[in-house]
């Protein structure tokens, strides 16, 4: 019985596509998890944004939209309808055809990094063995989107906008890929499946999650950092601060393809920490092995939320990072991290079990990280605030 | 070859053909994404995943961004006013002819002098990665140094420029 | 310790998060328009005109001295004078407005009004739910809609209205002081006059 609650959407697949004649049913099944994936991210997208609006909102001592349904959890058919119903304009001297293709591209790759996200037991969409060099392919194509975006405006602050995002995303790929390195390197594939079942196994009643040991936990807070900063989400949001550049490069867009570019942005959230939670945080796999009677989708989705909500604390603390700022910390502080996390892989891989390889580690990665983190202070002369007053 | 294949040459070819076509440079530089995205299709579709895989990360994800900032950055994106076509075109096409030739005829030789393959060889990553680590470590590394010394010449020629500025200022 | 001021503020916030579902001096937001807050005694929002007593048209203190007409900056006020006269509240005759509009579209809420009246017959409402779907006439308030009574006043501002009371008061005690002055030294004149004569 549990076996089956945990395998239902797989059965519920199989069963409606008996119907078919079998040399049908391949692709019928392929089509049937792709909408599946369509309607069900978009749905959370509507659910985050008013998570997200009530969560800022109480954070910020007030209470967010809470006139349309119960506690304003109709808000997004609200947005929506106000989205559709917007007009659409295209500037005159707009590049017509790539400003209709911009969000077009955008939405496209995203909705394409998860095909190869495990979302539970045998909930894979396509079980590549190079899954997530393909999830980082798809990763790169939607900067082109956002500098597409950008250009075909014609609006100079469109384009400092684009050319911000396209500089900021590209700087922190090298971050994002190289934290992956590391547990591809501990793995020794590029599967993600791979990947989550060498986490599915359990000491003690804990798991072996790689956020559990001390490449793992750095791996992990350079990849959340990498990952805000891909999906330009606060405090990296300088290319779409709205006090800055009006909106950024998709100042000119209205109504829908506003929406577009917004449901890019969210399912982008989705995808990659999607990614984070398989790669560090085990999966679909549960967090004890007394628990793993609760379906795998459950976990995924739980893991996936707690992110979300993490996003959102985030955006709700953190003042926005200046675009110097934001460049010199992805080169001199978190590359370097990510260099000497990769060597303290490498070291972890190659010494024997034992007490002595944590030890190691972790006095190697928090050395580097004070060491540098000093040194990075220091240069900037942080220290406590002085004002000077009109006299 | 399959429907699959000629649809995607189909794809590429029409993509090359409307980088030197069209007047827009970034449009150019647009349609020359499409046949990188052809190509990595292409290599899809004979099963070489992390051949695929990188062509899409490395040339749409960064080559396309690099060659459209580099128009952006010079005068190339203002539309020629004096057309896309250059004026010496009968030796242009001479010239493409001939490479075109000796291409194709070097493709067919190889067809006929190698052996017939019946199954499709699988190349895992892993084999890959043992093959870069191993047997062609010398010119992994050579183009890594390549590499830092791109990077090194760019913020060079950065620093020059503030260099400058700074001495001008101070005069 | 590096990166602990972004700790700090983590747990401030979901400090902020926590309580704001539980205590409720954190969460004040006021649920408009299910909620109002009182309004304090020095808001002011548009004019109204103040008279005494249960009858509007009789015990109306405005003079239609223009004054306030006069000073208005955007000029929103608009009085016509009357023909008669009529008395106010020390008993003197005098003229009152026929016509006394204000154009609270245009009215920007500077007291200036106020400041200048002699008379303390215009005063500063604190009533704001004025919106009406007609532009031009609703926004243009007229004599009627503009008077609102002493008790109203006292309502509104409590401590103003007691002191412009007081002084109206005062003013009254003089006027009287001297009518009877003037009485008796008329009284005394009529004697003196009838004295002589007989």
């Not at chain 1, 994936?37 to 509507?46: D, H, K, Q, T």
């Not at chain 3, 579209?105 to 919106?131: G, H, N, R």
Request: hydrophobic share 50%; net charge neutral; proline share 4%.
């Amino acid at each position: 019985m549990i076996e089956n609650l945990d395998q239902i959407f797989v059965l519920l697949q199989h069963w409606l596509v008996s119907f078919l004649p079998a040399s049908w049913q391949p692709a019928a099944g392929v089509l049937l998890s792709v909408a599946a994936i369509v309607c069900l991210f978009p749905a959370l997208f509507a659910l985050t944004t008013v998570f997200e609006r009530k969560g800022l909102a109480r954070i910020q001592n007030r209470l967010g939209p809470n006139r349309v349904g119960p506690f304003g959890f109709f808000q997004p058919i609200a947005d929506g309808i106000k989205s559709l119903t917007k007009e659409d304009i295209v500037p005159s001297s707009a590049d017509a055809a790539v400003h209709f293709l911009a969000p077009v591209l955008l939405v496209v790759t995203v909705f394409m990094g998860f095909a190869v996200l495990p979302m539970g037991r045998n909930m894979v969409l396509v079980d590549l063995d190079a899954g997530l060099l393909f999830y980082f392919a798809m990763g790169a194509s939607t900067e082109l989107a956002v500098f597409m975006a950008g250009w075909s405006s014609r609006n100079k602050y469109s384009l400092l906008g684009a050319m911000r995002a396209v500089a900021q995303m590209i700087s922190y790929e090298v971050p994002l890929l190289m934290s992956s390195v590391a547990v591809v390197m501990i793995t020794g594939s590029l599967s993600l499946t791979k990947i989550v079942e060498a986490q599915n196994h359990y000491t003690w009643g804990f798991p072996h999650w790689y956020i559990f040991t001390p490449w793992g936990f750095a791996g992990f807070l350079m990849y959340a950092i990498a990952t805000t900063a891909e999906t330009n989400r606060s405090p990296f949001d300088l290319p779409e601060g709205e006090s800055e550049l009006v909106a950024g490069y998709h100042t000119e867009y209205s109504g829908f393809k506003f929406a577009l570019f917004f449901l890019g942005e969210y399912v982008a959230m989705f995808s990659i920490s999607g990614l984070g939670t398989t790669l560090f945080l085990g999966g679909w796999s549960a967090p004890f092995s007394f628990l793993t009677w609760v379906p795998s989708w459950i976990w995924f989705f739980s893991k996936l939320m707690l992110s979300i909500f993490v996003f959102i604390w985030m955006r709700g603390t953190l003042p926005r990072l200046r675009q110097d700022q934001l460049m010199n910390f992805a080169w001199k502080f978190v590359l370097p991290m990510c260099l000497v996390n990769l060597l303290v892989t490498g070291l972890w891989r190659f010494m024997g079990d034992g007490w002595l390889r944590w030890a190691l580690c972790s006095a190697i990665l928090m050395i580097t990280y004070a060491g540098m983190g000093l040194a990075e202070m220091r240069r900037q002369r942080l220290g406590p605030r002085s004002y000077r007053y009109a006299e | 070859m399959s429907i699959v294949f000629y649809l995607l040459a189909a794809l590429t070819v029409a993509g090359g053909l409307a980088a030197v076509l069209l007047k827009n440079t970034v449009h150019c530089a647009l349609a020359l994404t499409v046949a990188f995205a052809g190509l990595a299709l292409l290599f899809l579709n004979l099963d070489a995943q992390f051949a695929g895989f990188a062509q899409i990360l490395v040339y749409i994800g960064a080559v396309a961004i690099l060659v459209v900032f580099a128009i952006l950055l010079t005068r190339g994106s203002e539309t020629p006013k004096d057309g896309v076509f250059s004026r010496s075109w009968l030796a242009g096409l001479a010239i493409a002819a001939a490479v075109f030739a000796v291409l194709g005829w070097a493709l067919l030789q190889s067809a006929r002098v190698l052996p017939h393959e019946t199954a499709v060889p699988t190349v895992t990553v892993q084999q890959i990665g043992v093959a870069l680590v191993g047997r062609y470590v010398l010119p992994l590394e050579i183009v890594g140094m390549l590499l830092t010394a791109a990077l090194i010449g760019a913020v060079i020629v950065a620093m020059h420029e503030k260099v400058e500025h700074e001495k001008e200022g101070s005069k | 310790m590096l990166g602990e001021g972004i700790l700090k503020g983590m747990a401030e916030t979901a400090k902020n998060f926590f309580l704001s579902f539980v205590s409720a001096e954190r969460l004040t937001t006021v649920q408009y328009p299910e909620q109002r807050i009182a309004p304090f005694e020095a808001a002011r929002v548009f004019p109204f005109l103040v008279y005494d007593g249960a009858d509007w048209e009789a015990g109306l203190r405005c003079v239609a001295c223009q004054i306030c007409e006069k000073e208005c900056p955007p000029k929103c006020i608009f009085i016509e004078k009357s023909t008669d006269k009529k008395p106010d509240f020390v008993g003197k005759p005098q003229f009152y407005p026929a016509r006394f509009d204000i154009d609270i579209s245009v009215c920007m809420s500077c007291q200036i009004c106020v400041e200048v009246c002699p008379f303390e017959a215009i005063k500063m409402d604190t009533e704001f739910e004025l919106s009406t779907d007609d532009r031009f006439e609703g926004l243009l308030l007229d004599r009627k809609q503009l008077a609102k009574s002493n008790e109203y006043y006292h309502q509104i501002h409590p401590t103003e209205a007691s002191v412009v009371d007081a002084q109206l008061a005062a003013e009254k005690v003089k006027a009287d002081a001297r009518a009877k002055a003037a009485a008796g030294a008329a009284a005394a004149k009529t004697a003196a006059i009838a004295g002589e004569g007989a």
